[in-house]
């Protein structure tokens, strides 16, 4: 009977590495129209590396670096980490003790007193903030992938890096699996425009649509609108994608490295963080409920 076919169905999902937190998931995975991909740590591995960085003031690079990293400990980011690594490989040792008033804003960057500096780390949303206080001692970094620099130039700017992150393997196969079923795949990111194009590249342009610079808050009215348009899932690493994972009509978190946080909040975890289980358990749930009509 019915209770037995989605019992198999939810037991045949776990073993794959997607845990659902209801039988009725299996429902609503059946007849998914939108898959909505955050792109750090979902589509990508979130695992940056810096491939350069500029300082666009006369300060040192190992000051700098000191001011980065130091702030930068003190944050989960995954660019964060990258950011320290990077230090480290050029024997700079943060010091998180001498960081005051530290902040995080979400999808937008930090922000850390050291040294007497106010110092901004983050995107073009951070860049706004630090030039928007209009005090000469504001510094401000920004991190983004493949771009010029030149674009992000502001009067607080004094350096910039450049990280790169890479597709995790099996994302293109599952957007293209996704294709066939019939389901549009789109990605919401905080990231830079061009950081979301060059992911869609990786991907063959098969992406239905890209949202960039995005708020956490924003990406969760994007997934509200998604929805009037039909069930939709929200794929998410955790970090900052709470809001947007509980609007969802099945928020799923990536369970290795999404945060606890996501865990709460998501209706499924992905165990695995193997996305081309996504296809797979919405593939599983048409048989299954087709199964029971
Ligand atoms: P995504 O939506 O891709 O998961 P986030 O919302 O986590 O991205 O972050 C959006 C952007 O904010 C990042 O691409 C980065 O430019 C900036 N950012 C966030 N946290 C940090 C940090 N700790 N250091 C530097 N930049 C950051
Ligand atoms: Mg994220």
């Avoid at 994608?241 to 928020?251: Q, S």
């Avoid at 290795?256 to 919405?282: F, V």
Wanted: glycine fraction near 8%; aromatic fraction near 6%.
């Amino acid at each position: 009977s019915t209770p037995v076919a989605i019992f198999c169905a939810l037991t045949k999902a776990a073993i794959s590495g997607l845990l659902l937190k209801g039988g009725d998931y299996i429902e609503t995975l059946s007849g998914i129209k939108t898959v909505a991909f955050d792109k750090t740590g979902t589509i990508t591995r979130g695992e940056f590396t810096v491939t350069d960085f500029s300082v666009v003031d006369d300060i040192s690079i190992e000051t700098l670096l000191y001011w980065v990293s130091s702030i930068e400990s003190k944050s989960s980011h995954p660019m964060a980490a990258a950011l320290v690594e990077y230090g480290m490989s050029r024997s700079v040792r943060p010091i998180p003790e001498n960081v005051e008033n530290f902040d995080n804003f979400a999808g937008e960057g930090v922000f850390g007193r050291i040294d007497g500096k106010d110092i901004y780390i983050g995107n073009r949303r951070i860049g706004a903030r630090a030039d928007s206080k209009r005090v000469d001692c504001h510094l401000q970094f920004q991190s983004h992938e493949i771009s010029s620099p030149k674009q992000y130039c502001g009067p607080t700017l004094v350096g910039v890096f450049s990280l790169v992150d890479t597709c995790r393997s099996g994302a293109l196969e599952a957007i293209e699996q996704l294709k066939l079923l019939g389901v549009r795949s789109v990605l919401l990111t905080g990231d830079s425009t061009q950081a979301a194009m060059y992911v869609h590249s990786q991907l063959n342009h098969l992406l239905d649509i890209v949202h960039a610079e995005l708020l956490p808050v924003e990406k969760a009215v994007i997934i509200e609108n998604w929805k009037k348009d039909g069930l939709t899932a929200m794929i998410g690493d955790g970090i900052n994608d709470a809001p947007a994972l509980a609007t969802a009509d099945i928020g799923i978190s990536m369970g290795i490295s999404g945060s606890a946080l996501a865990n709460e909040t998501g209706n499924a975890i992905l165990m695995s963080n193997d996305i081309q289980k996504i296809p797979e358990a919405i593939r599983l749930a048409r048989k299954t409920t087709r199964k029971l009509i």
